[in-house]
């Protein structure tokens, strides 16, 4: 009985990524050779991936079967909410960024809500938090101004420039840095990358509504998305959404980046190994253009890195949906060590895809995990 169940799932998971990659694209989609398809798991695999928006696209182009009514609804249904809430924050992106400006304070928006832009269907893109990035002087504007808006604040890891707080139903984190603390060498080079947003002008305007809102510059919001995608990787988890939204960026602007540079940068942050895996990836899995992925390489060492890695996004969820989360109620020092001791985990963990890089990155982590415990942050 359990080796049925267990081919009931893998055909379940085989069907996932044909719908997802089919969502992602817009192809036509065939479901007979997953006849087994656990309709219940494949809702779950999708909530758990923040795909469901994805998942329902893909239904709609299937050719070859007729799926179930209620199935199709149910997803249809929840697909509606989250267009809704999509457009629910776009009004408060704009009402947040015509408030700030006209407290002369001035920020990029990143993630979220900008890299949605990229994807066929903006508004399908389960949506999270409104994530923005400043200098230091607007970092510190910004907290002063949004406080008193406020219904709850976070505590704020102000070594990382990093404060979380609650405005009219929606989070919103501001961000000072977009440093992954993987290592000294690719904040460094982070720190550069967002000077050439912050104070070079490398920016790109989304239209939102009668609002310009505006984000960092292709190459820039590039570099970020993979070091975050690698951050939560190695920290906590990450789920397939968010290496999506790396596929659709890399896809709406194939033309407009500069490869010689991104190839620099990631040979300076020492990340080529990374890229090339993740890159795999996203061709093996998720359906990605070739000639829209660039530094790709077709060897099998990274077609079998990318497959650990599919096991691990779909163990873990959508960063770390899965994982058993440390209780809040616990003393804040024994917290933050937990938390330490789960990260050291994650790195051991991958250690078998990237040996050298995990170990580098573990002497980053005790090192930046026990000052932040030190320091209480």
Not at 31 to 58: K, N
Not at 202 to 211: C, F, I, K, L, P
Not at 360 to 373: A, Q, T
């Amino acid at each position: 009985m359990k080796s049925v169940i267990v081919r009931k799932q893998d055909k379940t998971i085989d069907a996932f990524f044909t719908l997802l990659r089919s969502g992602l694209w817009g192809t036509d989609v065939n479901l007979f050779p997953f006849e087994e398809v656990d309709y219940s798991v494949l809702y779950t695999l999708a909530e758990e991936q923040s795909s469901v928006g994805l998942i329902t696209a893909g239904l709609e182009n299937v050719k070859d079967s007729k799926v179930p009514k209620e199935v199709l609804l149910n997803f249809i249904g929840n697909t509606m909410q989250v267009e809704q809430q999509n457009k629910a924050m776009n009004i408060f992106v704009a009402v947040l960024t015509r408030y700030l400006r006209t407290n002369k304070v001035y920020s990029l928006l990143i993630k979220g809500q900008g890299v949605a832009q990229c994807y066929k269907r903006p508004l399908w893109r389960a949506c999270g938090d409104v994530d923005l990035l400043l200098d230091s002087e607007n970092y510190e504007k910004a907290k002063t101004v949004l406080t008193p808006r406020a219904v709850d604040v976070r505590t704020e890891y102000t070594y990382f420039k990093h404060l979380a707080m609650v405005i009219d139903g929606w989070e919103v984190e501001l961000h000072g840095t977009r440093q992954t603390r993987l290592s000294r060498r690719i904040d460094r080079e982070l720190n550069v990358i967002q000077d050439s947003c912050l104070k070079g002008g490398e920016v790109r305007a989304w239209q939102n509504g009668e609002t310009d809102i505006f984000l960092p510059g292709v190459n820039a919001d590039v570099m970020f998305v993979f070091t975050h995608i690698l951050h939560h990787f190695f920290f906590e988890g990450i789920g397939v959404r968010q290496i999506c939204d790396w596929c659709r960026l890399l896809w709406t602007y194939r033309d407009d980046l500069d490869v010689p540079l991104l190839e620099q940068r990631l040979r300076k942050m020492q990340l080529n190994s990374e890229w090339k895996a993740f890159a795999s990836y996203a061709v093996d899995w998720l359906g990605m253009p070739i000639e829209a992925m660039p530094l790709y390489s077709n060897a099998e060492k990274w077609s079998r890195k990318a497959a650990k890695i599919n096991n691990f996004v779909i163990k873990v969820g959508n960063f770390g949906h899965n994982n058993e989360k440390i209780s809040r109620h616990k003393p804040y020092l024994i917290r933050k060590f937990l938390s330490l001791c789960e990260h050291l985990v994650y790195m051991l963990r991958h250690f078998m895809i990237f040996p050298l890089d995990s170990l580098r990155f573990m002497g980053e982590v005790i090192r930046s995990g026990w000052h932040g415990v030190m320091k209480g942050e």
